[in-house]
């Protein structure tokens, strides 16, 4: 009970709209009182792993995750692909995801994984190939969009990612996360008054519900304003947001790796190369 409270704590680091400390602290509580009560548990010792990666402790994230395997080798868990990623391992990542799609061959959910994790890879016509794949299971499935929209930005290809974006949308919520994707793409497109109608409707968001800094940021990427993007990462990092674990592959701050900012950031989250 106690492991399924934490991964709900956890989960919600991602997807509802509270700051990341809050979720952290609870989700943290709970794994370690699980651990506490059967050791042996290896659902426990997975969130435990999560946490660590949330608290940019990579090296007890991985410490927690051997310890999971150890009590469960046969564990085909996709979210293993997203730490190898986060740790730049792109071609272990990529071989874990794959692994985890043969597991579970009709699940959307990891087929739109697949997708993501070669995104990530730089591996971008096989994604967009792994994205069709994934909507052939559920063509209303909204994250499979998503990663098909990104992809496509990151070949040049915006007025189908614009498309995609918009799709994804009127499929789902319009998520801080899912809109400041959409601003972005406005942004690298070109189309900087589109770009900051949306960054207009986060910031008046933000005022009555948590918005992700992570997020603004990325807006201000797309628009090429450098310093007002560093200025919302620096409030990522005050709040310990999650999303700076992708910092070494997400694709939305290519045109800042060239700045020591953005080097110092990765120093502080525990990435620097």
């Known amino acids: 009970a106690y492991s399924r409270l934490a991964a709900s704590y956890g989960m919600g680091i991602w997807y509802v709209p509270f700051e990341p400390k809050e979720a952290?602290?609870?989700?943290?509580?709970?794994?370690?009182?699980?651990?506490?009560?059967?050791?042996?548990?290896?659902?426990?010792?997975?969130?435990?792993?999560?946490?660590?990666?949330?608290e940019w402790n990579w090296a007890e994230a991985e410490k927690a995750l051997g310890r999971f395997f150890e009590l469960d080798p046969y564990s085909t868990d996709y979210g293993y692909a997203?730490?190898?990623?986060?740790?730049?391992?792109?071609?272990?990542?990529?071989?874990?995801?794959?692994?985890?799609?043969?597991?579970?061959?009709?699940?959307?959910?990891?087929?739109?994984?697949?997708?993501?994790?070669?995104?990530?890879?730089r591996r971008y016509d096989e994604?967009?190939?792994?994205?069709?794949?994934?909507?052939?299971?559920?063509?209303?499935?909204?994250?499979?969009?998503?990663?098909l929209a990104q992809?496509?930005?990151?070949?040049?290809?915006?007025?189908?990612?614009?498309?995609?974006?918009?799709?994804?949308?009127?499929?789902?919520?319009?998520?801080?996360?899912?809109?400041?994707?959409?601003?972005?793409?406005?942004?690298v497109a070109g189309r900087r008054d589109e770009a900051a109608r949306v960054l207009g409707e986060l910031l008046e968001l933000s005022k009555r519900s948590y918005v992700p800094?992570?997020?603004?940021?990325?807006v201000?990427?797309?628009?090429?304003?450098?310093?007002e993007t560093f200025a919302w990462l620096e409030k990522a990092y005050q709040e310990r947001s999650t999303y700076l674990g992708n910092l070494r592959s997400e694709h939305t701050f290519d045109n800042l790796r060239s700045d020591p900012r953005f080097s110092d950031l990765l120093r502080r989250v525990g990435l620097q190369q």
Request: net charge negative; hydrophobic share 45%; charged share 20%.
């Open 127 to 147: 994604a967009i190939a792994a994205c069709q794949k994934a909507l052939e299971l559920d063509p209303n499935y909204a994250m499979a969009h998503t990663h």
């Open 220 to 227: 201000y990427a797309g628009l090429g304003r450098k310093d």
């Open 213 to 218: 800094p992570y997020s603004i940021a990325q």
């Open 24 to 54: 952290l602290s609870k989700a943290k509580e709970a794994a370690l009182k699980a651990i506490e009560i059967d050791g042996t548990y290896a659902g426990a010792h997975v969130v435990m792993g999560m946490i660590h990666q949330y």
């Open 82 to 121: 997203y730490h190898l990623l986060s740790l730049d391992r792109q071609d272990e990542a990529i071989e874990w995801i794959q692994r985890s799609r043969e597991h579970d061959p009709l699940s959307v959910l990891i087929a739109a994984n697949v997708g993501e994790v070669l995104l990530y890879a």
């Open 151 to 187: 992809t496509y930005v990151q070949k040049g290809m915006y007025a189908e990612a614009i498309a995609e974006f918009q799709q994804a949308i009127s499929l789902s919520e319009r998520t801080p996360a899912l809109l400041a994707r959409l601003a972005h793409a406005y942004g």
